[in-house]
C-alpha cells in the first residue's frame, strides 16, 4: 500500500522501518526533517511538508506528540489525501481522540494507538488498538499488519481505543515506577538490589519486565525506548481521564509526583525507567 507517517520520532520511526520491510511504499514527514532523514537510507520518501507526505495515500499514520499537533497537522495535510484512512496512533486520549474527529468528520479517521516501545516498533510487534469504522479498519489492515503481530478492536465509537490505551498504560507505568521505588528503597536499607530480584525470583509478581528495568538501573544507563517525557505526559493524561469518570486517581497522583521530579531533574529524554532518579535513597 501507499502509506504516509507523520511524526517520525522513536515509535514513528520504527513503525516506518516495519511497514517497509513489509513491503509497503512509505513516505514520511517530521517537524524536525533531520529526525526523518535517516529513514530515506531504509527506502522511505522524506517529504518536506505533511501534504507532499500524504498526497496519493491510501493509509496516513499520525504519530505526534499531542492533540494540538494532531490537530495542526491535519489541518496542513487533510485536503491532500481526502479518501485516505487516517491512523490516528498518537497518545492524545479519549477526549483528544474525540477532539480531533469532531474537527475532522470529514476524514476516515481510525483511533489506533498502538502499545510497545522501540524494539517492538522496529520488530513489527506490537499491540494495535482500534475502533472505528469496520469498513476502514479492514481498508487499513495491510498496512496495521505491517508494524504489528496482533490487533485488539475496541468498537466502533472513536476514542474507545484511546481510553483502553490509557488503562494500558496507567499499569505500565505503574510498573516502572514500583521497580524504581523497590530498588532504591533496598539501597536505603543497605541492601544489594539483587537480593530483591533473587527474593522475587519465579515467584507469582516476577515479570521479565521487572529485570529488564532492572538492569538498566543497576547500568545506571538509560537509552530511551519509550521516553521518560513521554510517560509524564500520559501519566498527566491518565490522571486527567480518571478524574473525569470519578474513578479514584490515589495512585495516579504518585505516578505524576514521580514522574514529574524526574523529568523536572533533567532526564526526560532517558528511557522511562529512569523514574527511578525520583526515589534517590538516602
Known sequence: MHVAVLGTGIMGAGMTRSLLRAGHDIRVWNRTAARAQPLADDGATVAGTPAGAVEGAEVVLVMLWDSPAVLDVLGSAAGAAPDAVWLQGSTIGADGMREVAAARPDLRLVDAPVLGTKGPAEQGTLVALLSGAPADVAAAQPAIDGYSARSVYAGERLGAAS???????????????AVGQSIALAEGLGLDPALFLEATRGGASDTPYLHMKAELIAKGEFPPSFTLAGAFKDVELIRAAARGVSVADDVLAGLVAAYG?????????????????????G
Open 163 to 177: 481510553a483502553l490505551k490509557l488503562a494500558c498504560n496507567a499499569w505500565v507505568a505503574t510498573m516502572n515506577a
Open 261 to 281: 521530579r524526574a523529568v523536572a531533574a533533567g532526564h526526560g529524554e532517558e528511557d522511562m525507567a529512569a523514574v527511578y532518579r525520583a526515589f534517590p535513597p
